[in-house]
């Protein structure tokens, strides 16, 4: 037997079932009218590869603690209860001004240890802070248009703040260091990074290490060059004083963040893994797919545009497998548009088809954590906005945690007109903190104006097909902007600042195939589906 299978004999075959049970979700009335086919054929005997549980993760932009007092934001009930909805998750503390921040221990603990329940943030003190942070993006912008970044102090209070939050949201911290803290010889001068590990030892702070952010672009930041196997020496140092730590003996080292293969980014790569491979536990690039500057809500739904992700990717994987075999690839900060984001599209429903779809294609092609930048702080592809509230890519994030497993699975799509390409298609075994062994996820995304008929006949005759469908709280491609978005007809809010609202699917009545509506983001549950690659071998 081939190994992919129509939908429909692969479900009769593994467990010998021969059925006639399929779903459907139709939104609206007439939506049959000019809809896009889709066939799919899929196997389930065999996993593709299987991810980090962490494989969804976020950031933290170091520009939150340009001022200090801007990281009491992470004692917000609301955000706390964001990130903890997040995990298994890394969270990542870095970005641009990482390589500008130097560790100023005060001598005092800001933050005694506290149970986690009585952790506060005083309401009038949290309006405070919002308001002064809108007033402190505008700054932050000014320096990034014009790449002159201040050096920033920090003390224990930033720290403190950072490991009490992902201890109490259960996320695992990555602390970035600064890398242009150099030597006359143009080496790491690492003794501002041997101060801070020394006062995280000493509180017991677990936590994981990166060194440097895209280092490619030093000259133009700083006027600095640093070649990639100067750099990869450098995280041998880093690497040297993290084994004499009986503490960080065993932590992650992650690095060395380098921006999307472009010119001599990659033989910035190249040179780092000549020297540095055996230093990292993983290797780390970036990855936005346009310039915020001057990008469009097509870019957002071109189809050529999410493919460029394979190029690069492979680009990557390509230089990794040959220098260090077997090495993690992750992504350590992406998200829809560099430069701070697209403003009125990075924070908008449409952003979600570049989110889900890196999530989807990312995970096939062979990434094991993708690194969402950001869950807050400056620019306009955050998760939550200055409020503290959930955008749209939040509930997708959200909803991708609780239904999709780490085991990733074989799937084609195909049209009328060849492969489909506005009707993207991925297949995980389905989370099994949420539901039976053998249960698959199928991922789906339809970035036409036009509903899409996706055929899936006879799927198994006792099974049951939950949908998770998200839609723009407005109809049409006005509502692709919009900050809001529906699941399953429904505008998801939190309830309060300490729970967030029932993201419950709809189970599907019998037919003979899916209908994606114009302009959605699905999750279809296929909970019996009994596939042997999702079963634990017990």
Known sequence: MKPLLLISSLFCLTDGLHANFTGTFVPAVGVSVSALHVSVSVNVSALIRRVDPRFLSVTIDASLAAEEKFMYLLNSPKIRTLAKALTPAFLRFGGTRQDFMVFSPQKLHFTAEQSCDKVELPSWLEEKLKNDWTRQQTLLMREDLQRKYRRVKFTEFTVDLLHSFTNCSGMDLIFGLNALLRTAENSWNSSNARSLLQYCESRRYRMSWELGNEPNSYEKKAGIRV???????????????????????????????????????????????????????????????????????????????????????????????????????????????????????????????????????????????????????????????????????????????????????????????????????????????????????????????????ISVPALVSSSTVEAFVLQSEQPGEEGLYSRSVKLNGKVLKMVDDKTLPDLKGIRLPAAEHLQLPAFSLAFYVVTDARAAACKTLH
């Open 227 to 453: 070649d990639g196997y100067q750099l990869g020496l450098d995280f041998t140092r880093l690497r040297e004083m993290m084994l004499e730590s009986k503490f960080y003996h065993d932590a992650g080292l992650y690095g060395p963040d380098v921006s999307q293969p472009r010119d001599h980014r990659v033989d910035i790569l190249e040179g780092f893994l000549q020297s540095g491979a055996n230093a990292v536990d993983a290797c780390t690039w970036h990855h936005y797919y346009v310039n915020g500057r001057d990008t469009s809500l097509e870019d957002f739904l071109d189809p050529e545009v999410l493919d460029t992700l394979t190029l690069k990717t492979n680009e990557v994987l390509e230089k990794v497998k040959l220098a260090s075999p077997g090495k993690s690839l992750w992504l350590g900060e992406t998200s829809s548009a560099y430069g701070g984001g697209a403003a009125g599209l990075s924070d908008t429903f449409v952003a979600g088809f570049m989110w889900l779809d890196k999530l989807g294609l990312g995970a096939t092609l062979g990434l094991d954590v993708v690194m969402r930048q950001v869950l807050v702080g400056s620019g306009s592809y955050h998760l939550v906005d200055d409020n503290l509230d959930p955008l749209p890519d939040y509930w997708l994030s959200v909803l991708y945690k609780r239904l999709v497993g780490p085991e990733v699975l074989r799937i084609k799509a195909s049209s009328d007109f060849g492969r489909s390409k506005r009707v993207r298609l991925y297949l995980h075994c389905a989370n099994k903190k949420s539901y039976r062994d053998g249960a698959v996820t199928l991922i789906s995304m339809n970035l036409s104006k036009r509903p899409a008929r």
